[in-house]
């Protein structure tokens, strides 16, 4: 996370949008690209927020009066928007999570703010599967935790390769997910991630 003293001003990140205009070829004072360094900043404010948030205060309120409920948890098709951390350019994906719970359980769309928090910073999409399933990991202390994200990178379809169509799959999987087998086999059930879907 940046340090709040080292951050630069708006008017400096304006002023960094308007380098780039003129070096993609642009004259940043036309009339159409007067307003756009400002639009920029603003977009950034909204796709980096997850700068601000601390994802595992969203998991610290639990409940625990599940009627013994022991069995897989699983959000899936988490929706979410990303930037890679190589090309700042989008990853357009969804997340599955899910978990086996130890007695504690979470709000639902707790896991999905997490995804989210995660999902609004620059990142590398392996870097992330694992920070959502760490931090569940270590703030739910589930009995197992297992992330699987799918991602569409426009730095690969609409430059370098481009390959359309593709999609990364990650996957990372903590305490039971990873050593049994069979919660494993049943939450990639639930998921059913792959073609043909
Ligand atoms: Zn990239």
């Excluded at 004072?29 to 404010?45: F, H, I, S």
């Excluded at 098709?77 to 990303?82: C, G, L, N, Q």
């Excluded at 990991?137 to 197992?144: E, H, R, S, T, Y």
Aim: hydrophobic fraction near 40%; charged fraction near 30%; glycine fraction near 8%.
């Amino acid at each position: 996370m940046a340090d709040d003293k080292n951050k630069p001003s708006r008017d400096q990140a304006e002023a960094a949008v308007r380098t780039l205009l003129a070096w993609a070829g642009e004259d940043p004072a036309r009339e159409g690209l007067l307003d756009t360094p400002k639009r920029v900043v603003e977009a950034y404010g909204d796709w980096f927020s997850g700068y601000d948030d601390d994802p595992r205060e969203y998991l610290a309120r639990t409940f625990e009066e599940v009627a013994g409920y022991d069995e897989l948890i699983v959000l899936r098709d988490i929706e979410f928007e990303s930037h890679c951390e190589h090309h700042m350019a989008p990853i357009i994906g969804k997340a599955h999570v899910g978990y086996l719970p130890n007695g504690k359980v979470v709000g639902i769309s707790k896991l999905a703010r997490v995804v989210e928090t995660y999902a609004r910073r620059f990142q590398v999409q392996e870097k992330m599967t694992a920070q959502i399933a760490q931090s569940i990991q270590d703030v739910l202390q589930p009995l197992g935790v297992g992330v699987v994200i799918e991602g569409a990178h426009e730095c690969m379809t609409t430059r370098g390769v481009h390959k359309r169509g593709v999609s990364m799959i990650t996957s990372k999987m903590l305490g039971t997910f990873r050593e049994d087998a069979r919660t494993r086999a049943e939450f990639l059930r639930f998921i059913d991630v792959g073609p043909g879907r």
